[in-house]
């Protein structure tokens, strides 16, 4: 595959005092000699909460002021205004600033993250931050994840493509604020002014041509109650390491194993568990019989659990032989009479109506069905739990540790304190690690055995147990006349969303699992998220949820993820209908310069419109979210249309600024192969309750074979602070690859994927 980002494309046509911190640790324990370490404290709350406040209205403003020429104008959407990453944002001030930043006297630098990294490249790229503010050599710093933390409230969800938008200040400023520490102590130690010495590659220098480590200077600058220079991070013009394209601080680990993953720790005792799982979703157990099980070698014990059996035993090979030899009678799960047919056609009832009766105008109508879809993270889920009588330890990858480590205390009866929550590098997520049904499952089956385990999901059980991305059904109509668009209407019924892990913490949790008046959480979710970037006359959007007793979960992009690429299918529907070309179409209606650049682009990269042989064409979609946008204009084959292939793909993007274009880059291109799958080939089945798919042999993911040859990625030159990207090109991508399906076939494709 050849990748590149190019160089940025050309555009057509608060300072505020230092936050006030002192050495300290994390856990109040004195600071001792070898290390200091700066911890920003609830005094500085009010400047840092102000600035970063006004920071995350001030694109809502930009987007708010320009209208599109020739397009009929509708009223902003609820996130021009205020969108899920400022809800974040907001949520999380009171703890921005409890961010702990260690300089080691073996000159390492340390920034414990309250995050997850489950192969976004989010260490990179505060590590990145972090050396930048700091002048220190980027292998000089250390990214570790932080344990469950609950005095950070809302403050350690990773999720809603907002870990870099919401963490970009808070570490800037805290390792500004080292940085400052560390000048005041050379400067005392030299008795020089501290404005005359620098920074540079993990150093103070002099100017007389002194140098000092950072590491040599850590026990002084935890001394310092006043620095001598200003704490204030650099403006973007003197920014010399970000946004220079950089590859992962953890690469080397990764690709030699030596990277920990859950299933890679060695916890003393921990032994190898697996589960023997009902036919059926939400199955359980009627009977069993593990006599014959028992006694096979290696086996150490075997747990009954309501929705299952456990075998522990010395190896994996052996507890999944002795799971097989079990003799279990099932009870049936609660949806064993339904099917694929009867949830789209409960999901179709459920459909909220149209506003604009169809005789009274012109109007393009589409309806269209996305079916589940898994997660499937490469790394299964893991877990391994050692729980006591009067405590319990779990490791595992987690996007919200506070609340597992809450929920988990409220089974086994623990106070909260009681219950560590050792948060580990994941292999891939997608939203499936924002819950901890393992850990939980580990948790119980410690328990009752009396000794740890490391539990492993196998492919199979999260594929036909795990969370699904909801199947869902649109209804769409566009009115017109004279050439312009008067109204559009979009109206989703979806399978219930589980929030239940809400902003991070127990209290939102409950909330998402509320009721008012048929309504949830998930209707603000949806409000905070979803709208059609195009100048579409009266626009409404409405969402239906459908309560089935089936595991869901956020999958990348959420609701986008189908609602816009309906959206995108549509447009270039109405394009046709209108006689227009889709690309001249929507840039006509989109509301800002820069999302008009970036269409720009990619049509130009792209050549778009250029001749193509028969079977073969070109597709575009666009998407605009997280104070980003971007837009994919794929190639496809599909001269056989029951085997297409993705041939060339150009992406364009705006993020505001990237902190590490390299790992922008990968975001959008393992989006690009996201939609590839879900358009074309990758979805669950329902058959009478059971998730028919039970590993990649039948859950049709692309593989190489089906990644096109050639993809390019262009980047906008810096606009702002940065937006998100992480969930950013899944809805462009699918709506791409479905447009040039269809220009590629004539076909009109109205249920994903196509092949299934």
């Not at 609830?42 to 001030?58: H, I, M, S, W």
């Not at 963490?167 to 030299?190: C, F, G, Q, S």
């Not at 490391?454 to 909801?470: A, E, F, I, Q, Y």
Request: aromatic share 6%.
């Amino acid at each position: 595959m050849l990748v590149g980002v190019h160089r940025p494309v050309p555009r057509p046509g608060i300072s505020g005092k230092a936050p006030a911190i002192r050495t300290n640790t994390a856990h109040g324990e004195p600071v001792g000699r070898r290390r200091f370490l700066t911890y920003l404290l609830a005094a500085p709350t009010l400047t840092v909460a102000a600035r970063l406040g006004a920071d995350a209205a001030e694109p809502s403003v930009a987007a708010a002021a320009e209208p599109a020429a020739g397009a009929l104008p509708g009223l902003p959407g609820v996130p021009d205004v205020v969108d899920l990453g400022d809800a974040l944002i907001l949520a999380g001030l009171p703890t921005a600033h409890l961010l702990v930043l260690e300089v080691t006297a073996a000159g390492r630098v340390v920034l414990h993250l309250p995050r997850a990294e489950v192969g976004q490249g989010l260490t990179t790229a505060v590590a990145m931050l972090v050396a930048e503010e700091l002048d220190a050599r980027l292998g000089d710093v250390d990214v570790p994840l932080s344990d469950a933390r609950p005095d950070l409230l809302f403050n350690q969800l990773t999720g809603g493509s907002n870990s870099v938008r919401s963490l970009y200040d808070p570490v800037r400023a805290a390792a500004a604020a080292a940085r400052a520490r560390l000048v005041t102590a050379a400067a005392l130690l030299w008795d020089l002014p501290a404005g005359s010495l620098r920074t540079e590659d993990s150093a103070v220098l002099a100017p007389d041509g002194r140098r000092a480590g950072f590491g040599s200077l850590a026990a002084a600058a935890a001394a310092v109650t006043v620095p001598a220079v200003p704490g204030t991070p650099k403006p973007p013009d003197r920014q010399r390491l970000v946004g220079t394209p950089t590859g992962r601080i953890d690469a080397r680990d990764i690709v030699t194993g030596r990277a920990r993953y859950a299933g890679d720790l060695d916890v003393p005792g921990a032994v190898p568990t697996v589960v023997a799982r009902p036919p059926t979703i939400n199955g359980g157990v009627q009977s069993f019989d593990a006599s014959a099980a028992r006694g096979m070698p290696g086996v150490l014990a075997v747990v009954p659990l309501p929705g299952g059996v456990a075998v522990l035993a010395e190896t994996f090979d052996q507890a999944i032989r002795a799971r097989d030899a079990l003799q279990v009678s099932w009870r049936p799960g609660p949806l064993a009479a339904l099917s694929d047919a009867d949830i789209r056609g409960r999901l179709r009832a459920a459909n909220l109506p149209f506003l604009v009766p169809p005789l009274l105008t012109l109007h393009v109508d589409g309806e269209f069905d996305f079916a589940f879809v898994s997660h499937a993270p490469m790394e299964v889920l893991t877990a391994v739990a050692d729980v006591r009588p009067d405590r319990a330890e779990l490791w595992f990858s987690s996007q919200s540790p506070i609340v597992a480590q809450q929920g988990i205390a409220a089974a086994l009866g623990l106070p909260q304190d009681a219950v560590t929550v050792h948060v580990v590098r994941g292999g891939g997520s997608f939203g499936r690690r924002l819950f901890f049904d393992a850990a939980l499952e580990a948790a119980r089956i410690s328990r009752a055995a009396g000794r740890p385990v490391k539990l492993m999901w196998t492919r199979n059980d999260d594929m036909r147990h795990g969370r699904m991305r909801p199947a869902s059904h649109h209804r769409v109509r566009a009115t017109h006349a004279l050439g312009q668009v008067l109204t559009y209407e979009h109206r989703v019924a979806t399978v219930q969303t589980d929030f239940r892990h809400g902003l991070g913490e127990a209290l939102t949790a409950a909330g998402f699992g509320v009721q008012v008046g048929g309504l949830t959480l998930s209707q603000g979710f949806f409000l905070l998220t979803e709208k059609n970037p195009y100048q579409l006359g009266v626009t409404t959007q409405l969402l239906a949820e459908v309560p089935l007793d089936v595991p869901t979960g956020s999958w990348r992009s959420v609701y986008s993820g189908t609602v816009r690429v309906a959206d995108e299918i549509m447009a270039d529907e109405i394009a046709r209908a209108l006689g227009q070309d889709p690309v001249a179409f929507r840039r006509a209606r989109l509301g800002s310069a820069g999302a008009r650049a970036v269409l720009d682009t990619v049509a130009a990269e792209g050549r778009w419109g250029r001749p193509m042989p028969a079977g073969h064409a070109q597709g575009v979609g666009f998407h605009e979210e997280h104070r980003s946008c971007a837009a994919y204009l794929v190639e496809i084959d599909a001269t056989d249309p029951a085997q297409p292939r993705v041939t060339k793909a150009v992406i364009a993007a705006d993020v505001g600024r990237a902190v590490n274009p390299r790992g922008l880059e990968a975001q959008l291109t393992g989006a690009l192969i996201d939609g590839i799958s879900v358009i074309l080939q990758a979805g669950n089945h329902i058959d009478r309750g059971a998730v028919r798919e039970g590993s990649f042999a039948d859950f049709r993911y692309a593989r190489q074979r089906h990644s096109p040859p050639v993809v390019e990625v262009h980047l906008m030159p810096p606009s702002g602070p940065p937006g998100g990207a992480g969930e950013l090109g899944v809805p462009a991508a699918s709506a791409a690859v479905a447009n040039a399906y269809a220009r590629a076939t004539g076909l009109r494709p109205r249920s994903f994927p196509i092949s299934f």
